[in-house]
């Protein structure tokens, strides 16, 4: 391997490695609603990818109840129990509807959490390795 391409190689896992100790800094469970169809995809796959739109852009959306989750999904039926690691969060309380991963991360930042909704806050992540689903619950038996 040529020294710049192992240099290049370290540079990633020592930026790599400082990411994933700051996600682990802060992790919560939350949780997160979906259609039947796609809990069974997020169950097949281990991942939840991001959505296209959204008040802090395309990402993952969670809230901090099973119950919030019924007020605040676009797509219903399943709630998912998540651990998520959240890093350093960005709060905002106003729209910013262009958000995107890299530019959370060029603001140093891993997520959003969005504070003063009527239905709750909310926290939202862009990447599938920040969540990982604990419980899922097909019958809204979750409280």
């Known amino acids: 391997m040529a020294l710049s391409a192992l240099s290049s190689a370290v540079w990633y896992d020592r930026k790599t490695a400082e990411r994933h100790r700051?996600?682990?800094?802060t992790v919560r469970v939350l949780y997160h609603q979906t259609s039947v169809e796609n809990a069974r995809q997020i169950e097949r796959t281990r991942r939840m990818f991001r959505g296209n739109e959204g008040y802090a852009g395309g990402g993952i959306y969670f809230a901090v109840s099973p119950e919030q989750t019924r007020r605040k999904?676009?797509?219903?039926?399943?709630?998912?129990q998540c651990e998520v690691r959240l890093g350093r969060v960005k709060a905002i309380s106003s729209p910013d509807?262009?958000?995107?991963?890299?530019?959370?991360?060029?603001?140093?930042?891993?997520?959003?959490?969005?504070?003063?909704?009527?239905?709750?806050d909310e926290y939202v992540v862009y990447?599938?390795?920040?969540?990982?689903?604990?419980?899922?619950?097909?019958?809204?038996?979750?409280?």
């Open 73 to 80: 999904a676009k797509t219903k039926g399943v709630v998912l």
């Open 97 to 120: 509807y262009s958000m995107t991963f890299t530019r959370l991360q060029q603001d140093g930042y891993d997520s959003i959490k969005i504070e003063g909704l009527n239905s709750g």
């Open 22 to 25: 700051r996600l682990n800094s």
């Open 127 to 143: 990447n599938f390795d920040q969540a990982r689903v604990v419980r899922v619950d097909y019958n809204g038996a979750l409280k």
